[in-house]
């Protein structure tokens, strides 16, 4: 593995971290305040293969790398957790689903109109009683001649009012458990398909998060997404590559924490020089800076993994996205610590940071969830 970026990765990121300070830095608090995602950005974004970062040019996409995907993740993050979330969740989650299991009809429909940015995708997992425990979902589907009738609710799904199409998965055999349960692609505007509850959050304001509910919602049979019964694996080696995602969002969270962190350190004054000659503010950039690169390097070997073609990389993933999102949570809290009073104020970065980092130990998989993911490939332990 070559640790050194190539030219065209350096342009990457320098190009993106432009794009984030011009047309996303002077808007962030807005945003946050106004708990709404912007959607003029969503052009913008696609104008730079933003909306379609790793998929083919064939569908209209910017066949970048699972790195350079990480590349981009990261300084949108830098900037704007919270617009990088929907990024991630958008590519992640629902796009990469269809374009993963979905058939060539399929992607045509919805993947490449996902990739020009026409509308966000969402992703439905997660229900109120069933959130690291993804089997115990209760919303389910039953067919009815050549279609199929969809009820239940999902929690927590980001877009979940604003998306123009929901991959949702519920239940076709019960008696099966998680081989049991079926993936379906639902555009916005199906009657019997509302968004419920919109939640009002701690931090990663400006990601529009909502309840999801399915009310005899009637479906063709071609909007099942891979096969009968394989929604769950499905789902599991979707989260495998999303988490590399968060991983990143995770990582460029703290770095923009960091540098927040050692500008202040730099300009605050006190008893006569600045507090970056103190020791004890010293010994916490470099712990940051060191925790950030480690963080970093673990989620770009997991990314080189799937570049090379590794089909499972769960243990990778579950450990970059582990470290990065803990560590990050470290960074932010420091951050807050060297900025003092001021840290707890809204004049500052630090302040939203903070609120906004505790996500990435919670969202695609708790660090407990994690752990048990490492655990497992570790001890060899199947877990499907």
């Known amino acids: 593995m070559d640790l050194r970026p190539t030219s065209e990765q350096v342009i ?30 969503v052009g913008k974004m696609a104008g730079l293969g933003l909306m379609g970062i790793q998929f083919p040019d064939s569908l209209g996409g910017a066949g970048m790398s699972a790195i350079e995907y990480c590349i981009c993740i990261e300084e ?80 927590f799904i980001t877009h979940g009012s604003v998306g123009g199409v929901i991959v949702v998965m519920v239940v076709t055999d019960r008696a099966k458990g998680n081989r049991g349960i079926s993936a379906f692609v639902v555009p916005s505007g199906t009657p019997g398909l509302r968004a419920g509850k919109k939640e009002h959050k701690l931090g990663m304001r400006a990601s529009d998060t909502s309840e999801v509910l ?36 995770a990582v460029g969270l703290a770095q923009g924490a ?25 010994w916490k950039l470099a712990d940051m800076a060191t925790r950030i690169e480690a963080a970093r390097l673990l989620t770009y070997r997991a990314a080189w993994m799937k570049d090379q073609g590794v089909v499972r990389t769960g243990r990778e993933s579950s450990m970059a996205k582990l470290y990065s999102s803990e560590i990050a949570v470290r960074a932010a809290e420091e951050s807050v610590q060297i900025h003092g009073g001021y840290g707890f104020t809204k004049d500052y970065p630090a302040e939203k940071y903070f609120r906004d980092v505790k996500l990435c130990t919670i969202g695609e998989g708790t660090s407990e969830i994690q752990r048990l993911v490492i655990a497992r490939q570790l001890l060899g332990v199947d877990r499907g």
């Open 214 to 249: 399915l009310e005899d919602c009637r479906v063709p049979a071609d909007a099942m997404v891979g096969e009968e019964g394989q929604g769950f694996i499905n789902t599991l080696q979707v989260l495998d590559a999303g988490r590399i995602g968060i991983a990143a969002l």
């Open 12 to 41: 990457l990121r320098r190009t993106v971290r432009e794009f984030a300070e011009t047309e996303i830095g002077p808007h962030v608090m807005e945003w946050d305040e106004a708990e709404a995602f912007p959607a003029a950005l």
């Open 76 to 155: 949108l993050a830098r900037v704007c957790p919270s617009v990088s979330l929907s990024v991630a969740a958008h590519n992640g989650l629902c796009t990469s689903h269809l374009y993963m299991f979905g058939s060539e009809a399929q992607r045509q429909q919805y993947v490449v109109p996902l990739i020009r940015g026409d509308h966000l995708g969402a992703w439905g997992l997660t229900e109120s009683g069933a959130g690291s425990d993804a089997a115990a979902m209760r919303s389910s589907a039953r067919r009815d001649g050549q279609s199929w009738v969809l009820n239940g609710s999902k929690q």
């Open 258 to 282: 960091y540098e927040a962190a050692l500008r202040y350190a730099k300009q605050r004054r006190q008893f006569g020089q600045t507090i970056a000659s103190f020791q004890a503010i010293q």
